[in-house]
């Protein structure tokens, strides 16, 4: 099999992915949008700043990536800025998790006597996010790791592209669960 080949069923596999993740987070807002509707048993809250902290961090993130391939164009060293993008990743992990330590403190669970529905939802959607940026994040790191051994070039950088690709995708996923929780 020629490399041309592996490498567009490698994408196609990526993408088979992002569908069914897509399809998992939109039956939980769909969950979410039903239950919601029970206003008796919905507890409103407000989403503390952790959380808007942590989506400019992913959204800034996301952008540096964006500068990626004309650096290669130019054979100009990317460890920097993939190094970047993981230390980015990572501190939206921290201002998640801070986030729900803050919850916790306004007395917001995901289970026991005191949860209520709303937050029970809110620790859902963020967790499994988080969950699926831990891939990314491992991405990531093999990503700096190979780009520090200058092994990406403008024709070979098929793991930083579907890296990239994956999270791009989940730059989008946060920005919609955000404004749900959010806003909705």
Known sequence: MDIVLRNTVKKQ??????????????????????????VVNWKVFILPDQFEISTAIILLSSFLLFFVKPLLKREKSIFGLVFIVLIL???????????????????VYLTGAGSNVAGSFLYILTLTHLLHLVGGLVGLCISTIKSKQNLYSINNYLGLELTSIYWHFLTILWIILFTFLKFY
Not at 17 to 34: D, G, H, K, P
């Open 13 to 38: 596999l990526l993408w088979v992915a992002l569908v069914s993740i897509s399809m998992f987070f939109a039956s939980m807002l769909s969950a979410f949008i039903v239950e919601k509707a029970d």
């Open 89 to 107: 990743g990572i501190l939206f992990s921290y201002f998640q998790i801070k986030g729900w330590q803050q919850l916790t403190t306004e007395g």
